[in-house]
């Protein structure tokens, strides 16, 4: 928890963001996690992934714009993302993750809620999966899906079990029957509102996905920890669970041979494609997460 507190704050200090968004040398690493800079790039990645059967999301990277123009911007890129899956001989496999604050939270919930149904509406049947961000917009992702949810039920949201409040906010989406994305959550939070031992946030982790299973719609464990998994498919055996209930969705670029093998036994897997220019926030939290990650970075700047 220590490395990835330094790796995120170090992250947000402008000075660092000019470095490793100028240098080349981050770029191999950065090319591993997100799909290319373009729709076309990534939807080539797609339906690569879609023909050897497994589900994608794709997520135009984007967060916290800084103006309503900006998040308008967003909402039509995405508008053409969803027209473009349509016309895709993999439809049925592709669906789209978004952020609020890409579509102008930050600018009010009425220009964020706007944006969204629009993006629903355009979406038709096509899952719109609203993902979660830093604990500050908790309470007003999970109302958000609350207030559109009746008139499109085509959406669904994220819930992070580091974070205290989750048991509560599944409760919330299990009573409405929205589909959940279960997470561990990639941003640093304090003390007061999320459990900082990592052991207690894989417990809860584990609670919520066995409550999911059970109780949810469809829901997502989205996870690369060999041993959750491997926990939760006992479960699901122990439980007659049937394979079809759930995914398992894990990113782009992380634990590719866990993405086949879970496929090859029979399950449903759903890879997270990130794309787009804005890729600097992102790729910082997938630095956090690994140490491995950065010693790679460290080994190319000695190289030079
Ligand atoms: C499909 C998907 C969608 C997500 N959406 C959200 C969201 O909306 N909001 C949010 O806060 N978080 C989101 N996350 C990120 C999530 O919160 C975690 O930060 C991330 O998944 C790492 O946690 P883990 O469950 O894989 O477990 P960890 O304990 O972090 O990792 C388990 C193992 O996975 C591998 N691994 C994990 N991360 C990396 C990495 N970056 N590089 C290389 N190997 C790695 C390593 O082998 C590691 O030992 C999402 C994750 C996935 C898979």
Excluded at 27 to 49: H, I, K, N, Y
Excluded at 216 to 240: C, N, S, V
Aim: charged share 30%.
């Amino acid at each position: 928890m220590l490395f990835r507190t330094l790796v995120l704050r170090a992250s947000s200090l402008p000075f660092v963001k000019a470095f490793v968004t100028r240098s080349r040398i981050f770029r191999p690493l950065v090319s591993r996690f997100v799909a290319g800079e373009t729709l076309d790039e990534a939807m080539a990645v797609a339906e690569g992934l879609a023909e050897r059967c497994f589900g994608v999301s794709l997520d135009l990277l984007g967060e916290n714009v800084a103006s309503e123009e900006a998040a308008t911007r967003e909402r039509d890129a995405y508008i053409r993302i969803l027209e473009r899956m349509k016309a895709s001989p993999f439809v049925e496999k592709l669906n789209i993750s978004i952020k609020l604050t890409a579509l102008g939270l930050d600018q009010g919930d009425e220009v964020a809620e706007r944006n969204l149904r629009q993006v629903l509406e355009s979406a038709g049947e096509t899952f719109v999966r609203v993902d979660m961000e830093s604990s500050e917009y908790t309470e007003r992702t999970v109302a958000m899906i609350e207030r559109v949810f009746a008139d499109r039920p085509n959406t669904g949201t994220v819930l992070q079990s580091m974070l205290i409040r989750t048991p509560a906010d599944l409760d919330r989406m299990i009573r409405l029957g929205a589909r959940v994305r279960i997470v561990k959550g990639a941003y640093l939070e304090p003390p007061a509102v999320a459990h900082q031992d990592k052991a207690e946030v894989d417990r809860q982790y584990v609670a919520a996905a066995k409550r999911l299973i059970k109780e949810g719609r469809y829901p997502a464990i989205a996870t690369h920890d060999e041993a959750i998994i491997r926990e939760l498919k006992t479960f699901i055996e122990q439980e007659g669970v049937s394979k079809d209930v759930f995914e398992w969705q894990m990113l782009f670029g992380i634990r590719r041979d866990l993405q086949e093998r879970l496929r090859q036994e029979g399950f449903n897997v759903r890879v997270y494609i990130p794309f787009g220019e804005s890729w600097y926030p992102y790729f910082s939290r997938r630095l956090a997460e690994r140490p491995a990650n950065l010693v790679f970075i460290t080994k190319s700047l000695l190289r030079k």
